[in-house]
């Protein structure tokens, strides 16, 4: 078993609180052994919290979780257990992985190795199709700060913009964001809070990873607890 720690958004300020409007620690469950949770995203997709993890060893298969009111559990709620990743070329870099919903297409992505570019793909009712259902295949990420680290990231929609979250490289607190623009891709601080911080951290909360997602109501992220 391993645990995320919860924090939200707080509206008015530029923090996200630790246990504010949240269950402050969630526990992801009956998870395969050899699931990998130092790669894992998260979305929500208007009716269920969603939790991704890799498959040990694999660069096309990720396990899925729904929230079950207590707790992230494999294969929950009818979610599809395992599912692949097809298509990709083959400089994806697959160590760390977004996902998003964005009411009409279940997404995933992944970063282009030596680049701060990111491939799409799309579900097609079959697997995560690289480029599929009209994906943009390929988008930059563009202006961010120097301290970017763009290995501690992830994305969410917020039913208006497709949004690109990561941490500081130097304040392990501090989140960058930036937002889709046409013509340009992911922009640092576009239609966007530039820096926010994370705010009442416990001491268990590792910050070697992120997860994003806002549920309608409440942007939220998530740590490895320790």
């Known amino acids: 078993m391993t645990s995320l720690n919860q924090y939200c958004f707080v509206s008015g300020t530029k923090t996200y609180k630790f246990g504010y409007n949240s269950v402050p620690n969630v526990t992801v469950t009956s998870a395969p052994d050899d699931a990998d949770f130092t790669r894992s995203a998260m979305l929500y997709d208007g009716q269920t919290y969603r939790f991704y ?55 995933l992505y992944v970063k282009k190795l030596g680049s701060a570019s990111i ?31 763009l290995t501690r990231w992830d994305m969410l929609h917020d039913g208006s913009d497709y949004r690109f979250y990561c941490l500081s490289a130097i304040d392990g607190t501090k989140v960058y964001q930036g937002a889709f623009k046409y013509g340009e891709g992911y922009k640092y601080a576009h239609n966007s809070i530039p820096t926010l911080s994370m705010t009442e951290s416990p001491p268990t909360s590792t910050c070697t990873s992120i997860c994003m997602l806002h549920d309608g109501r409440n942007y939220r992220l998530y740590t490895p607890s320790s």
């Open 119 to 149: 491939y799409q793909c799309a579900w097609d009712g079959s697997s995560y199709a690289f480029g599929a259902s009209g994906a943009i295949p390929e988008m930059a990420v563009v202006g961010f700060p120097a301290d970017a680290d």
């Open 53 to 107: 993890c890799f498959k040990s060893t694999t660069k096309d298969t990720i396990y899925q979780f729904a929230w079950s009111g207590s707790s992230y559990v494999w294969g929950a709620k009818g979610s599809i257990p395992e599912l692949t990743i097809t298509g990709l070329p083959d400089d994806a870099d697959l160590s760390q992985f977004g996902m998003l919903h964005d009411s009409g297409k279940y997404r």
